[in-house]
């Protein structure tokens, strides 16, 4: 049995999804379980309605997720003509909750509603595969896949978990062999939605595939497998054929978009490969990840772009002791917010940290009680693994530096334009 996981992009229309179908086609008489994304950008939309309710504005919120509701209802009635109305359910189930008056916190709602996106994917592409013949059987993840409540970050319950795969999915697999599901969420013993944080697809399909004993993993992206810099913001990025999960779980840590930071260990567990293939060009094989280890790599860029760099200074100029390290470190556990770079000083400690406004405000408001607070906005994060002095001088040329760590395998740098750039 293989896994595969297919992204917004690779089902962003309606050629995408027939592109999507053939690929599942060519695996005709072998048991896939496929995970599929929202299409294109409906998670942003969605996101947009849960700002829109969140803040009060009920109209505008269900006039935006009515515009979601007819671009799928279309898209359905496009690619089945005779599909019968099988997203109702689903979008009953937000509409109940935009009738209502926020009462609970932004993370819970906001889980409650993105979760939408993936069952109405899943579910029109479910409903396509089956009237062209690829038979397949549509299961809700949240009936599988059971979590704590930390909403939009939420933890697996692997016992629950692994007993719900041997009691409703593998009787599945005697009957049909493709099953359809989402990635990304799963629900509460209280039934309430889950998410897993974003770009939680990937690990979901890596959940699958260790309590199945899958054969292989596969993601297929729109790139011909892993480069070592983002081909958007790097043109001549190199593509990479092999990589080990030790040098993976480095390049998520550090931001790279590829894949899922919480993907690799339950492959590596069971030293399952993965394969990160382009939709676009099937027949190429991409690159293979697994417990190989590799030789060689070029240097490995990552740009994190909408970075803030906070400084927490010492009140009186006495020494931060270890006390009011942790006491901070401890709010940005309450606040769900990780550094992505620290460093320490005599009496100032650096923090630089994902832009997200109102856990910024909220961290700076906070430690303003232990601390003298300084923000800077519109930073960058520069990481190089495999680095050496030529690519670090050009990919700083013209920038003001403003903090640089560096071990044998690894530099950061973080840094800003110079004005009137």
Known sequence: MKVFKFGGASINSIERIANAADIIQSFTGEKLLVIISAMGK??????????????????????????????????????????????????????????????RGYDYYYDQIVCCGELLSTAIISDYLNSIAIKNTWIDVRDIIRTDDNFRDAVIDWNFTLQKMQDDIVPIFATTNI?????????????????LGREGSDYTAAIFANMLDAES??????????????????????????????????????????IHPKTIKPLQNKSIPLHVRCFLKPALTGTIISSHPVHNLPPIIVLKNNQVLMQFSSKDFSFV?????????????????????????????????????????????????????????????????????????????GKIELLS?????????????????
Not at 219 to 233: F, Q, R, S, T, Y
Not at 332 to 357: E, F, M, T, W
């Open 321 to 397: 002791e270890d006390e009011l390290v942790d006491m901070l470190h401890q709010l940005c556990v309450d606040i769900k917010i990780r550094p992505n770079l620290s460093q320490n000083g005599a009496i100032s400690l650096y923090y630089c940290l994902d832009d997200k406004p109102e856990k910024i405000e909220k961290l700076a408001l906070a430690a303003s009680e232990l601390f003298d607070v300084q923000v800077e906005k519109e930073v960058v994060l520069l990481t190089v693994r495999h680095y050496n002095e030529t690519i670090v001088n050009e990919l700083t040329a």
């Open 217 to 258: 993993q596969t993601i297929w992206k729109d790139v011909e497998g892993v480069m070592n810099a983002d081909p958007k913001l790097f043109p001549h990025a190199q593509f990479i054929g092999e990589l080990s999960y030790k040098e993976v779980i480095e390049m998520a840590y550090y931001g790279a978009q590829v």
């Open 42 to 103: 409906t998670t942003n939309a969605l996101e947009k309605v849960v700002e829109a309710f969140f803040s009060g504005n009920k109209n505008e919120a269900l006039q935006l997720f009515q515009e979601i509701k007819e671009e799928h209802l279309t898209l359905l009635k496009a690619l089945n003509p005779a599909a019968g109305n099988i997203l109702g359910d689903l979008f009953t189930e937000v509409e109940w909750l935009l009738h209502d008056n926020p009462v």
């Open 405 to 421: 760590q560096r071990t044998q395998g690894t530099i950061q740098v973080l840094m800003k334009n110079k004005l009137g750039d």
């Open 179 to 195: 099953i359809i599901t989402q990635g990304f969420i799963g629900a509460t013993d209280e039934n309430e939605s889950t998410t």
